[in-house]
């Protein structure tokens, strides 16, 4: 039912900034719970950052007080603003919608965020 196509990735410098942006359609992510997550290569897939339904926002420890997640509820997108980037940081983010009353779980395609040193 619902979509969600991410962009804004890319190649950057180490302490440059990227936003991602989680383009949703088919139903309004108001009351989803929104997360980015990520998997770097060879390691598995973490949880970044989420919005839950209810307003209440997670940061993984390692990119607390460097990444901002937002919802833009006109808009249907949930951004995730990313500084001060480490070589770390490189992995395939990936935008996740739950809805807990719908039952409604997407994933998005991903995208490839890489941080040169």
């Known amino acids: 039912q619902v979509q969600l196509v991410e962009s804004g990735g890319g190649l950057v410098q180490a302490g440059g900034s990227l936003r991602l942006s989680c383009a949703a359609s088919?139903?309004?992510?108001?009351?989803?719970?929104m997360s980015w997550y990520r998997q770097a290569p060879g390691k598995q897939l973490d949880l970044v950052a989420f919005?839950?339904?209810?307003?209440?926002?997670y940061y993984e420890e390692d990119v607390k007080g460097r990444f901002m997640i937002s919802k833009d509820t006109l808009k249907n997108t949930v951004d995730l603003q990313m500084n001060s980037l480490k070589p770390e940081d490189t992995a395939v983010y990936y935008c996740?919608?739950?809805?807990?009353?719908?039952?409604?779980?997407?994933w998005g395609q991903g995208t490839q965020v890489t941080v040169s040193s």
């Open positions: 919005v839950s339904n209810d307003g209440r926002i």
């Open positions: 996740h919608a739950e809805g807990p009353f719908t039952g409604v779980t997407a």
């Open positions: 088919g139903t309004t992510i108001r009351d989803m719970t």
